[in-house]
């Protein structure tokens, strides 16, 4: 019964994440210019959290393919989503490997040296490709996508935990 919860929440893992790639796409087919990308990164945040959380399908491979599909999609060079998801992930195996689990702000503060690196990694490979880009506006996704993990955090722990507690009691 735990393997099929597990397995259960690893698939809503993986779709959850899709979904955060897909979202501004979808979106903008309906004409809702929202432009949330501007001020988080909801993709950073979720391959941190269900990284860091042990979730078994995130690994170094789908981390290279969920940013060839991210780069595919935005028209940035390829490989750049990539190399930033898989900054991103291994830090977060690591310090998930160091035990920070036990205190929320270690984490939290983990978190926003691993956004710093990805963030850095993204903007030399835009510049290095001579790809137009405002640094402005990284700097506000990297503050605001820093601001809004514990809210997200509080979410997606409550919501897994329900969703868990359902799928064990069927």
Do not use: C
């Not at 929202?34 to 491979?61: D, E, G, P, R, V």
């Not at 900054?87 to 977060?92: E, L, M, Q, V």
């Not at 690196?117 to 137009?132: G, N």
């Not at 997200?152 to 064990?168: A, E, H, Q």
Request: glycine letters at 4%.
């Amino acid at each position: 019964m735990i393997g099929r919860k597990n397995n259960y929440l690893e698939f809503l893992g993986i779709a959850i994440v899709l979904m955060s790639i897909w979202s501004t796409t979808l979106f903008a087919q309906f004409s809702l210019n929202l432009n949330f990308y501007k001020f988080f990164n909801m993709t950073y945040l979720l391959i941190y959290f269900f990284t860091f959380n042990n979730y078994k399908y995130f690994s170094f491979f789908s981390m290279f393919i969920l940013g060839l599909i991210t780069d595919s999609i935005s028209g940035i060079p390829f490989g750049t989503s990539s190399l930033a998801y898989m900054t991103i992930y291994k830090i977060a195996v690591f310090q998930e490997t160091i035990k920070l689990r036990t205190n929320f702000f270690a984490e939290w503060v983990a978190l926003g040296i691993a956004l710093f690196i990805a963030y850095t990694v993204i903007l030399i490979v835009l510049y290095l490709s001579k790809t137009s880009f405002e640094p402005l506006i990284h700097i506000y996704n990297f503050i605001g996508s820093f601001i809004l993990y514990p809210f997200i955090w509080f979410v997606l722990k409550f919501f897994l935990t329900k969703f868990g507690s359902i799928k064990t009691n069927d």
